[in-house]
């Protein structure tokens, strides 16, 4: 299973950095062969994909996001995290984190598209308001 642990306040003030530690069970976030994920979904919007971490390390984000957003690992404590600086309201959103098997995946300029996930954490609601 993937299990979501927020790192900081669910409540956070513009400009500030977002950050969520996401830790999984029952398998190794090294194993081969899966991307760990981060997915949001603002309040009446559809889900959207931030970006992804690999078995390797590789990391793949969404373009629109990819100044913002920092994705690293603690292979030690096989966990993942998500930072996203400068938020504004708009990033305010249920986040979750996923797994996805890397041949559901296609990599195409720095990002992956068309996974399918297997594994869900349950999310966190992250707010951003001043």
């Known amino acids: 299973q993937v299990q979501l642990q927020k790192s900081g306040p669910g409540l956070v003030k513009p400009s500030q950095t977002l950050s969520l530690t996401c830790t999984v069970s029952?398998?190794?976030?090294?194993?081969?062969?899966?991307?760990w994920s981060w997915i949001r979904q603002p309040p009446g919007k559809g889900l959207e994909w931030m970006g992804a971490?690999?078995?390797?390390?590789?990391?793949y984000y969404r373009p629109s996001l990819k100044s913002r957003t920092s994705i690293s690992r603690d292979t030690s404590k096989n966990q993942f995290t998500l930072q996203l600086s400068s938020v504004t309201p708009e990033d305010t959103a249920v986040y979750y984190c996923?797994?996805?098997?890397?041949?559901?995946?296609?990599?195409?300029?720095?990002?992956?598209?068309?996974?399918?996930?297997?594994?869900w954490g349950q999310g966190t609601q992250v707010t951003v308001s001043s």
């Open positions: 029952g398998g190794s976030i090294t194993t081969n062969y899966y991307y």
């Open positions: 971490i690999a078995y390797s390390g590789s990391t």
């Open positions: 996923a797994r996805a098997p890397e041949k559901s995946c296609t990599v195409v300029a720095g990002a992956t598209r068309g996974c399918e996930y297997d594994y």
